[in-house]
């Protein structure tokens, strides 16, 4: 039986505690994404800017539950600087973690990422959730809500 | 009188144990469990009379049509409906819902109309009139909340201006508020409206009689009751359902079809396509008996006495750090007990409550408009019916404290 430590790590709470890039950018010109947990009224809004295809500064507000809002802070982190797809590989790899695994991810016919593997980081602390199936959906929302934010530049 | 008891033993799921704790279960809101009598019933239509219903003339055939009509009887006489006619069987009370929007909306409301609901409706008595408003061009019109969570009905004379339906729930899901239906009701029928209910909070836990709630149609669910999934209850004024068209079309409904077009049946198969959920309407016919085995009285009573015991309890431990949403007076409202804790988000503080076997429901429980009126993306509510007890607040009560210890900012 899976317990509450395998859950609520110290790094997960720390991160919930004290959410790391917090705040909105200004929209224009930065883009602007919002996604919606159904299930428990979790609500995620994203704002990040670009320069070139590098995701120069990405900001987080909303709110949600602990798992949901620290994958989103750890998620801030973990993109600053990234290319876009470098970003689609890193998010295939985290839901990966998360026991999603897919063909392809976010619009029905999305770039291909450049095939990187990384270093996880802090976000492995999330691996426990998989334990707690409900709790995926917290886990994933920012990542998801990324993604549709991205597909949305590419039409 | 008062409630047995060992009313415990009488539902089988609620003697096992779940992350090694005697389960607490406190989301009957959500869904109630269900005693021995609605399990064995279901049980034993499956072993000795399975057979479609209203078609063979075989004698197994005949004892299930007669098992599935004497529940429907049963369901009259529970909410004091005048005839067995008057109970449509459904999904759920969602479907009931639709069912009235579709037939008696698509049949009655256009442009110049309004329909009135309220800030506290379930997404049930909401989503399906927006749906047919976007066909329709009707008004859907909305009642207020007071600060204390009940309709505020000073300005209900305006609001009834043009209304065509009002269609309000008897009690919040979310805040347990009981409303005035049949002050509502009077006022909807001097302008000329009808009077819809949503009676799935409040039909398994109060004595229900639709002519003393001056209701014309109640809408309510059979597993909030002690009854099966799968299974709702449409009931409406004998005038109101002739004059309204079918919903679904199929077996059953029909009287005559023809080439050229169909006769639909008599009341209440008119609204009953296709084979209908029999075993599922046996097992609603032995928990509606199971009701009023214990009394409706005295299931109303003891939820008065546990509801007063659990506010009194959780705001005497916990004091300006926790917020009971909704009436404070336990006669004021049913048994649902929406918590902010500290600033515990509703789902870390029900995974917490599940270590230690507690179930307690997190979320917005569909009534996002509401979670939306009082300011907060969920909440988690703590929810009661006949089998729980002192010890179940206790349990709930003793826990709060080590969540908040894990979570609070």
Not at chain 1, 33 to 43: A, M, Q, R, S, Y
Not at chain 1, 54 to 75: K, P, R
């Amino acid at each position: 039986m899976a317990g509450l430590e395998d859950l609520y790590k110290e790094i997960i709470i720390d991160h919930y505690r004290n959410p790391r890039n917090r705040g909105e950018l200004d929209s224009p010109p930065a883009h602007k994404t919002e996604g919606f947990n159904p299930l428990c009224g979790d609500e995620v809004l994203l704002t990040f800017a670009l320069k070139g295809e590098i995701i120069e500064e990405l900001l987080i507000s909303g709110q949600g539950c602990s798992i949901s809002q620290a994958s989103a802070s750890m998620m801030s982190a973990a993109v600053q600087g990234k290319s876009i797809g470098e970003v689609r590989d890193l998010t295939r790899q985290f839901k990966a973690m998360m026991s999603i695994h897919e063909e392809s991810i976010g619009a029905d016919d999305p770039p291909p990422g450049d095939g990187h593997a990384f270093e996880l980081g802090d976000l492995e602390a999330l691996k426990g959730v998989v334990k707690f199936p409900v709790r995926i959906k917290c886990a994933t929302l920012s990542w998801n809500t990324l993604l549709t934010g991205l597909d949305e530049l590419e039409v | 009188m008062s409630l047995p008891s060992d009313l415990k033993s009488n539902f089988p799921l609620l003697s096992q144990t779940i992350n090694g704790h005697q389960i607490v279960y406190l989301d009957s809101a959500a869904s109630s469990q269900k005693p021995d009598v609605v399990i064995e019933a279901m049980n034993n239509y499956y072993r000795t009379i399975n057979a479609n219903v209203h078609r063979g003339a075989y004698q197994i055939a005949a004892e299930a049509t007669e098992a599935m009509e004497q529940a429907r009887a049963k369901l009259a006489t529970f909410i004091g409906a005048p005839s067995a006619n008057e109970i449509v069987f459904t999904k759920n009370a969602t479907e009931s819902f639709n069912l009235i929007a579709r037939s008696w909306g698509g049949q009655n409301l256009g442009p110049n109309d309004v329909v009135l609901i309220s800030d506290m409706e379930h997404h049930a008595n909401i989503v399906p009139w927006q749906i047919l408003s976007a066909e329709k061009g009707f008004e859907l019109r909305w009642i207020p909340l007071t600060p204390d969570g009940h309709l505020d009905l000073s300005q209900l004379d305006r609001l009834l201006n043009g209304v065509k339906m009002v269609s309000i729930t008897a009690m919040s899901n979310v805040l347990g508020t009981l409303n005035p239906i049949r002050e509502i009701a009077d006022k909807a029928h001097s302008v000329g409206a009808l009077m819809a209910v949503d009676g799935s909070q409040y039909v398994p836990h109060l004595p229900t009689n639709v002519v003393e709630l001056g209701a014309d149609l109640l809408c309510f669910t059979g597993h909030k009751m002690c009854g099966p999934t799968g299974i709702g209850v449409l009931w409406g004024r004998a005038e109101v359902l002739d004059a309204m068209p079918p919903f679904l079309g199929g077996g059953e409904m029909i009287l005559d079809v023809r080439r050229d077009g169909f006769t639909p049946n008599e009341l209440p198969h008119k609204f009953e396509a296709g084979t209908p959920p029999i075993a599922e309407i046996i097992g609603l016919g032995a928990a509606v008996d199971f009701l009023s085995s214990l009394g409706m009285s005295d299931v109303r009573q003891h939820e008065i006495d546990l509801t007063d015991y659990a506010l009194r309890a959780l705001t005497d431990r916990y004091g300006e750090e926790i917020t009971i949403h909704g009436p404070s007076n336990a006669s004021e409202r049913g048994g649902v007990l929406s918590i902010q804790y500290r600033d515990v988000h509703p789902h870390d503080l029900s995974q917490v409550l599940d270590q230690r076997g507690i179930c307690v429901r997190a979320g917005h429980h569909c009534a996002k408009p509401l979670m939306r009126e009082l300011g907060v993306g969920a909440t988690a509510r703590a929810s009661l019916y006949v089998y729980n007890d002192k010890s179940d607040v206790d349990a709930l009560t003793e826990s709060l404290a080590p969540a908040g210890e894990l979570f609070a900012l």
